[in-house]
């Protein structure tokens, strides 16, 4: 019999989200089912426009997962054997698995310590004569700096493939909060500057699918044309058995994309609930000198709300709050690094980060009596660690 405690406080809680689109959720699926199309039908297409019309892009094209995305994404830029794309050192390991599987090496920079998104000062170092891309991820669903560093690949001729796994709905250049700032605020979605951007639906995404799901978008057509082709084996669009690349079997099958309409017409609402919920921990967590809540930008969509914690009581704390029944994770417990690495990359900052990161619930609407709970035992295990009287 386990011992395990009851886990009270999940991570994340989709059960509400399940039970507003219950009905809607039946319908859908009985729609599909009767319609006797399951991949890349008539769901596919409208999801596809619809999502097209929300992100502000020309072009937006269903695929299996977030990691074909990007794949396919570096693919249809070019990238190839023996070419370099530079990315951050703190990311989920798809980031650095798709550039290998283009067959290029993956190159990691250092963080920001404020953002944990890629810093742009540490760019122009890394760049080579092989170097032909730069991957920003937009990281807990906080926008990178586009601008800086697509400014930066301009110089240099490089291909800018934005992964936005963590941040569908997010508005470039947030500003933070309580600071000066010469740059502009310009509502616009990510997903709609650079020349390609990959998504994931994966279900524990903001807008996350009942199953694996992935999305490309761009503006340029002869990147949609190329995207087209490597998602179906190869095929030219609407030419049966028309062979152009060695591609893959990456189609966004129709139930997935039935749920994904109906959670678009919600994002936004769902984006801004998370976007309180963050607040409400940034003023609990105020007078808390061990635990640092991140700093907030407008933009921010709150994939994940994640602290910082000392390193050494950070296992302490996240156990003790698993001991009362509060669920938190590290995203992520190390830099990125891979096998056969072609250039070792000095990242403090990342590697800092990684000792000392803890994720803790969050998601639209919970509870705010759940939140003080939360902060109350983060309070509480730093006292019993003794950071905090």
Do not use: C
């Not at 616009?188 to 994966?202: L, P």
């Amino acid at each position: 019999m386990s011992n395990s405690p009851i886990i009270e406080i999940p991570l994340l809680n989709l059960r509400g989200e399940i039970n507003e689109l219950w009905d809607e959720i039946n319908e859908a699926f009985q729609r599909v089912l009767r319609s006797g199309h399951f991949v890349l039908g008539p769901e596919v297409e409208a999801f596809e426009s619809e999502v097209a019309n929300f992100l502000g892009v020309r072009f937006a094209i269903g695929l299996n997962s977030g990691t074909d995305a990007l794949t396919i994404g570096l693919k249809s830029l070019g990238i190839s054997e023996g070419d370099e794309v530079i990315t951050t050192a703190f990311s989920f390991f798809a980031t650095a698995e798709a550039i290998i599987h283009a067959g290029a090496s993956p190159v990691f920079v250092d963080i920001d310590p404020e953002t944990f998104n890629m810093d742009p000062k540490r760019i122009e170092e890394a760049i080579t004569s092989r170097t032909r891309a730069i991957i920003p991820v937009h990281l807990y669903g906080n926008p990178a700096p586009i601008e800086k560093i697509a400014s930066l690949a301009g110089k240099y001729n490089l291909s800018v493939l934005e992964d936005a796994a963590q941040a569908f709905g997010a508005i470039y250049e947030g500003k933070p909060l309580g600071k000066t700032t010469t740059q502009p605020f310009v509502e616009q979605r990510v997903g709609s500057r650079s020349e390609a951007t990959a998504f994931s639906f994966y279900p524990t995404k903001n807008l996350g699918a009942y199953g694996d799901g992935g999305l490309l978008t761009t503006n340029d057509p002869e990147i949609a044309k190329k995207v087209l082709m490597y998602r179906n084996h190869g095929e030219l669009p609407n030419q049966r058995y028309r062979h152009q690349v060695v591609g893959y079997n990456s189609r966004l099958d129709e139930f997935q994309a039935a749920i994904l309409r109906l959670k678009l017409t919600r994002i936004d609402n769902w984006n801004d609930l998370r976007r309180n919920a963050a607040a409400s921990y940034r003023n609990l967590l105020e007078s808390t000198r061990d635990a640092r809540a991140p700093t907030h930008y407008d933009g921010h969509i709150y994939h994940q709300f994640s602290i910082m914690l000392p390193p050494d009581v950070r296992k302490a704390v996240a156990t003790y709050l698993y001991d009362q029944g509060i669920s938190t994770k590290i995203y992520y417990p190390e830099s990125l690094t891979v096998p056969h690495q072609t250039r070792q990359t000095f990242t403090p900052v990342s590697d800092n980060t990684a000792k000392s990161v803890l994720s803790i619930p969050i998601w639209p609407g919970i509870p705010s009596d759940s939140q003080v709970r939360v902060v109350d035992t983060i309070k509480e295990a730093l006292r019993l660690s003794g950071k905090e009287a």
